[in-house]
């Protein structure tokens, strides 16, 4: 005999299945009982199977494709339990002018989330890029302490509360600039206000939103190659400094903007993240993850579709070796939008070719990616 609660919980799963929107039902999917287009949502969802192994799973979304396209809301809504503002919450899209924000996406996709039980990472306070271009002939050093303070404030401040975790500082080390630290002396912020900035960029943070998890975001420290194994070590060294000097740190994001076709492996260079986030007792989040399939040879999609699910498998099982890592976002969710695609500059192999790097295709159905994505969450170790 059902109670009455199992009865109403039976009743609407079936017709959630009957309602299965016909997105869902993708290219492939029906060829086996376990991948019809029911399993993949619900009990068989990303994030399912993610918080089943204590992970936060999601992706970046879209401004434009969250205001104008509800089948991505949807899949938001179904996949993922944790999501990130690709664009609506950095300076440029913020600040259209000197004394004025415009937060009108970036409060959209954090009631969006909130409505839908799911956490979001604010991405982000400080970056060389992505500066409005006001930001040249107005900021200098007389100001730029000021200005950057009062930004986290007035971002931070407004969301407080609301942020899972917050990109204080995203990508502040580039070997190239030639300083024995590795900082990015290049960058706007450095040029006005030296190494400083960083740590009054975390502590200006833990002020605004006590309650953020505040994160150090790079890329490029993945692979284990001289040039990343250098990047790996300074942004290392770099949190090893800033929890000496007890400045407010919480977490470590790895990018995670890897190629499906590589000389190189990652397993050491993500074990050696891993190990020095433990020592440091940071939790580690993997927040931008996408497979560039540029340099995959062949021509045919369903075989390129499987070198990157591949990839897409054997980075997280790197990645979820270890109990540090406790998210894991990919840089957008369908490839109708990814990055990767915005002009040629990722596509130099294949540029009449479209890269297809993340877990849903641009359909809305689920490549393999998706199935490796998902087992791979069902071979990690609970955290
Ligand atoms: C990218 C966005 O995806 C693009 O839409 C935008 O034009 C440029 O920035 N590392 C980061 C992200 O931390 O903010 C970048 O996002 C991708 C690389």
Redesign the pocket.
Known sequence: MLTRREWIRQAASVTAAVAMPEFLIGRGLARTPANNAQAITGAGSLKTHAAARGLLTGC?V?AALFRDDERFRQLLAEQYNIVVP??CL?WNILRPTVDTYDFADADSVVEFAEAHGMKVRG??FV?H??LPSWFAATINKDNAEKFLVDHIHTVGGRYKGKIHSW?VV??AIWIPDGRTDGLRSSSPWFQFLGPGYIDLAFRTARGADPSALLTY?D?GIEYDNDEEGKKRTAVLALLRRMKADKVPLDALGI?S?IRAVSKDGFNRGVQELLDGAKALGLQVFV??LDVNDDAVATEDMSERDTIVAEVYRSYLTAALAGPEVKAVLT??TSDKN??LN?GTKFRKQHPDRLQRPLPFDPDYAPPPAFFAMRESFDQAKKR
């Open positions: 970046a879209n690709e664009n950095k991405h982000n970056w890029e992505a990109d995203n990508e975001n890329y990018q903007h927040t931008e840089w957008g990814t990055w915005n």
